[in-house]
């Protein structure tokens, strides 16, 4: 079955490092999306793709980055990691007609 | 300044009765809207979609009432059950910009057995 996995489901890193959460779908799906979730926010977009070597900045882009290189995969990289990114991220991904998205399971960062 | 709203972060039913979800927006370019479904340690799935053209829209247990005079939506469970106790997000998609979608804080929804 066709799916969109996360890795790793946890991590904690400590302030300053280089963090890359990873994003791999079997859908063959153009678009791909980064959300974190925080307490009384929901869901936030970092950064999006529309295909092969687009990325384009969301909400809250600042201190992460982003590349796509294939279609399965969307890397989110937490260039100086800080507390303010202690956070739940979802990485989602859907056709380019849809409007509904798959999300991933999450992966929980805690930044220390 | 949050474009959708849920303003209510939890909500505690009795199984069997109506649960009753709501979300307000002030986008007035926003089009198409969504309620996604979460579980702890999961992600959101998608649950129902209204398009602006319509003020209703139904699946089993799950309707979705538009009223986009007042800019706000309601999802309704009925009747509740205990695997409907997740976190609630509404999702709204704006027409003029790209299909990408805003959304809500959330709501906590409790079904008690």
Known sequence: DAEITQSPRHKITETGRQVTLACHQTWNHNNMFWYRQDLGHGLRLIHYSYGVQDTNKGEVSDGYSVSRSNTEDLPLTLESAASSQTSVYF??????KNTEAFFGQGTRLTVV | ???VKQNSPSLSVQEGRISIL???YT?????????????????PTFLISISSIKDKNE???FTVFLNKS???LSLHIVPSQPGDSAVYFCAARANNAGNMLTFGGGTRLMVKP
């Open chain 2, 1 to 3: 300044d949050q474009q």
């Open chain 1, 91 to 96: 990485c989602a991904s859907r056709t380019a």
């Open chain 2, 22 to 24: 709501n979300c307000d």
């Open chain 2, 70 to 72: 007042a800019k706000h």
């Open chain 2, 59 to 61: 699946d089993g247990r």
């Open chain 2, 27 to 43: 986008n007035s370019m926003f089009d198409y809207f969504l309620w996604y479904k979460k579980y702890p340690a999961e992600g």
